[in-house]
């Protein structure tokens, strides 16, 4: 049996992603960053919110919140 992709058990309400459970991905859009013409990321559009995935560096970004003001202009 496959042991990726599993759920282990619920989410507790402070969870970051928890308000996002149960939710449907209605689109999936590509996050470039035009300062280095680079895929960094993803925007996922749901039902009721949207939340960003990004590759910052070294590090794993997941926010429904916006950006430092200049990254968030070149994320544009």
Do not use: K, W
């Not at 282990?8 to 991905?25: E, N, V, Y």
Request: charged share 25%; aromatic share 4%; no cysteine.
């Amino acid at each position: 049996m496959d042991e990726y992709g599993q759920v282990i058990g619920p989410a507790s309400a402070d969870f970051l992603m928890s308000r996002f459970i149960g939710q449907s991905i209605q689109a999936v859009h590509r996050i470039i960053d035009h300062r280095i013409e680079t895929e960094i990321g993803l925007r996922l559009e749901l039902d009721h919110d949207e939340v960003r995935i990004l590759n910052l560096g070294d590090e794993l970004v997941i926010t429904d919140t916006a950006l430092p003001n200049a990254l968030e202009v070149a994320l544009r």
